[in-house]
């Protein structure tokens, strides 16, 4: 099993799923955590372009390059379709936000052997 801290410390490039309108969102909370850390965040969401003066990425694979870690902040409903994509990005780790799993989610990441985190962002980041 992966330790959190390890992998959010060595992870240097990292997308967001679930950005937002709202500025107090955890994705965006999340976002902002990532650069405090002095690391690349991608956020993505197709409805934006732009949010708080940051590009917005409608895709994982529009990224100006590929993350190290895709952090999910979106219903697991959602989420679940982007499995397939990280796995064909060559992305290996993914990290649940709380509220984020759903067993389907979790199947599908195992049948495509991706590790996943299962902790908030927010917290590991801390004590890094």
């Known amino acids: ?14 997308a967001v799923l679930g950005v937002n309108k709202d500025h107090e969102s955890y994705a965006n ?10 690391k690349t965040a ?11 003066g940051d590009v917005v990425y409608e895709s994982i694979e529009k990224c100006p390059s590929t993350p190290d870690l895709v952090v999910f902040v979106v219903n697991p409903t959602i989420g679940i379709n982007y499995l397939e994509n ?16 759903s067993i389907e989610l979790l199947d599908e990441a195992k049948r495509l ?3 996943v985190i299962e902790a908030c962002v927010l917290v590991v980041g801390n004590y890094i």
Request: no cysteine.
């Open 86 to 101: 990280i796995k064909e990005l060559g992305i290996k780790t993914i990290w649940l936000q709380p509220g984020t799993i």
């Open 29 to 38: 909370k999340i976002v902002r955590k990532i650069k405090a850390l002095k």
């Open 1 to 14: 099993m992966l330790d959190p801290k390890t992998v959010l410390s060595e992870s240097q490039t990292i």
């Open 113 to 115: 052997d991706l590790n």
């Open 42 to 52: 991608y956020p993505i969401n197709p409805k934006y372009d732009e949010l708080f």
